[in-house]
């Protein structure tokens, strides 16, 4: 599933129900039994080199993506806060791990969320609903132009405006896979939507061993 729209994920949801019935990990989402010690994020066939990309941090700050996270294992995802499924799901599990996570794990990892929808996260309205989840996750937004050039680079699609109908909200269409930039820089794995809390546990201490 390439964007975040309902249809679509309900096709998805029920894909991968059947998948961890069957114990198959043709989903992105690992079955049980996985071995210790080996990747269960899906590994890219080339890497991904992290996009050169200045945003608004929530304190109205300049973030300059590949200064800022330098040296860390970043967790770059794209979303909104008013989306209703995959964004909050991402988070809540994420800062579920991140309470599993050994302090020096925790220590050299970031979660960047980049907002998908500027004109309704406001700096105060990502802050507090990031900071619901975990007080570390930096929330960011800046032009649609430049966040679509990013999205490019890594090779994820671009961002969807789909009208509410009805007299409903508008739903943004926006990729639903993390990206894991290593400390080099450079993404070696996509996270799809569903991956689980002990994957993530396995897989981060692992990509920071990989990038000393």
């Given at each position: 599933m390439s964007y975040q729209i309902k249809p679509l994920l309900k096709l998805y949801s029920l894909a991968c129900a059947s998948v961890l019935l069957s114990s198959v990990s043709s989903c992105g989402v690992p079955a049980d039994g996985d071995s210790v010690g080996e990747l269960r994020g899906t590994v890219l066939e080339v890497p991904i080199l992290k996009p050169d990309l200045v945003l608004t941090d929530t304190e109205g700050g300049l973030y300059d993506l590949r200064a800022e996270t330098d040296g860390y294992l970043s967790l770059v995802f794209f979303g909104y806060t008013n989306c209703p499924d995959v964004c909050p799901v991402h988070m809540a599990t994420l800062a579920g791990v991140f309470d599993e996570l050994a302090?020096?794990?925790?220590?050299?990892?970031?979660?960047?969320?980049?907002?998908?929808?500027?004109?309704?996260?406001?700096?105060?309205?990502?802050?507090?609903?990031?900071?619901?989840?975990?007080?570390?996750?930096?929330?960011?937004?800046?032009?649609?132009?430049?966040?679509?050039?990013?999205?490019?680079?890594?090779?994820?699609?671009?961002?969807?405006?789909?009208?509410?109908?009805?007299?409903?909200?508008?739903?943004?269409?926006?990729?639903?896979?993390?990206?894991?930039?290593?400390?080099?820089?450079?993404?070696?794995?996509?996270?799809?939507?569903?991956?689980?809390?002990?994957?993530?546990?396995n897989d981060l201490p692992l990509l920071l061993s990989e990038n000393p």
């Open positions: 302090p020096e794990v925790r220590d050299a990892t970031k979660v960047i969320f980049v907002s998908t929808d500027p004109e309704r996260d406001t700096p105060d309205r990502l802050r507090q609903w990031l900071r619901a989840y975990h007080p570390s996750f930096l929330g960011l937004s800046g032009e649609m132009e430049a966040i679509n050039a990013a999205l490019a680079e890594m090779k994820l699609p671009g961002v969807a405006v789909v009208p509410g109908q009805h007299g409903s909200e508008v739903t943004i269409g926006h990729p639903s896979a993390v990206l894991a930039f290593g400390r080099d820089g450079l993404a070696r794995v996509r996270y799809p939507f569903g991956v689980r809390r002990a994957d993530w546990v």
